[in-house]
C-alpha cells in the first residue's frame, strides 16, 4: 500500500512563527503535492514538485514555500504564519502519467492553528 | 463557473439506502475520474478510479461515467452508517507528464441507523 505520512497531525503556532510541515512517501512517487483544506472551499492546491529540487506554484502559493532535497520528502513552509492559515494541510504523491500514475494518494492532514 | 461541481450536502439516508453523489463537470479534455472517501478530521482515500465513459464495480459502490453529459456519479448499495463521510469527486486531463486533479468541494453523507 502506499503510504504519505505528516509528521505533525496538529499544531499549534503563533503569529509571525516559521512553520515547517513534513511529508514523506515510500512509494518512490514523482510528484508531490501541498494541498489545504477548509469548509466551503475544498482542496486547494498550495504547490507542487514533479522532481527533486523541481517545484511548481498552485492556485493559493501567496505566504507558502516549499522543499524538495530527496524524492522522498517534501516540506511545506510558512515563512510567517499568519491567523488566516489556520487550516487543514494535506499532502500527496503520485506518480506520473507514463507509469501508471492517475491517482493520487494523501497522507493524513496536518491540522495547523495559528494563534 | 467552476471546472467540477458538487453539492456540498449533507444528504441523509437511513441504513440500507441507495445512495447516488454525483458531479459535474465543464472541461470536455477530462479523462480520468475518481471518487475518494474522507473520514472526519482525515485525509482523502482513493475509493474508486475510472477511465473514459462506462460503470465500474466494486463490491457496493458502482462508480459512472456520462462523458457526453459531463456527469459522474457513485453509487452505494445497502448503505451503512460506516459510509456515513465527505465523498469528493475529483478528474484529470492528461498534461505532459504531470497528474494535477481537480477536484468537487465534497458532498458530506449521513447514514443513520
Known amino acids: 500500500d502506499v503510504k504519505v505520512t505528516q509528521s505533525s497531525r496538529y499544531l499549534v503556532k503563533r503569529t509571525g512563527e516559521k512553520v515547517f510541515l513534513e511529508c514523506v512517501q515510500d512509494m518512490d512517487h514523482e510528484n508531490m503535492f501541498w494541498y489545504r483544506q477548509d469548509p466551503g472551499l475544498g482542496l486547494r492546491l498550495i504547490y507542487f514538485s514533479y522532481d527533486v529540487k523541481m517545484k511548481e506554484k498552485g492556485d493559493i502559493p501567496e505566504g507558502y514555500s516549499v522543499s524538495r532535497e530527496k524524492k522522498e520528502r517534501f516540506s511545506l513552509i510558512l515563512e510567517s504564519a499568519s491567523t488566516n492559515q489556520t487550516s487543514m494541510y494535506l499532502c500527496?504523491?503520485?506518480?506520473?502519467?507514463?507509469?501508471?500514475?492517475?491517482?493520487?494518494?494523501f497522507g493524513e492532514g496536518s491540522w495547523l492553528t495559528v494563534v | 463557473q467552476k471546472e467540477v461541481e458538487q453539492d456540498p450536502g449533507p444528504l441523509s439516508v437511513p441504513e440500507g439506502a441507495i445512495v447516488s453523489l454525483n458531479c459535474t463537470y465543464s472541461n470536455s479534455a477530462f479523462q480520468y475520474f475518481m471518487w475518494y472517501r474522507q473520514y472526519s478530521r482525515k485525509g482523502p482515500e482513493l475509493l474508486m478510479y475510472t477511465y473514459s465513459s462506462g460503470n465500474k464495480e466494486d463490491g457496493r459502490f458502482t462508480a459512472q461515467v456520462d462523458k457526453s453529459s459531463k456527469y459522474i456519479s457513485l453509487f452505494i448499495r445497502d448503505s451503512q452508517p460506516s459510509d456515513s463521510a465527505t465523498y469528493l469527486c475529483?478528474?484529470?486531463?492528461?498534461?505532459?507528464?504531470?497528474?494535477?486533479?481537480?477536484f468537487g468541494r465534497g458532498t458530506s453523507l449521513i447514514v443513520h441507523p
Open positions: 475529483a478528474m484529470s486531463a492528461r498534461s505532459g507528464g504531470s497528474y494535477i486533479p481537480t
Open positions: 500527496a504523491s503520485s506518480s506520473p502519467l507514463d507509469r501508471g500514475g492517475n491517482t493520487i494518494y
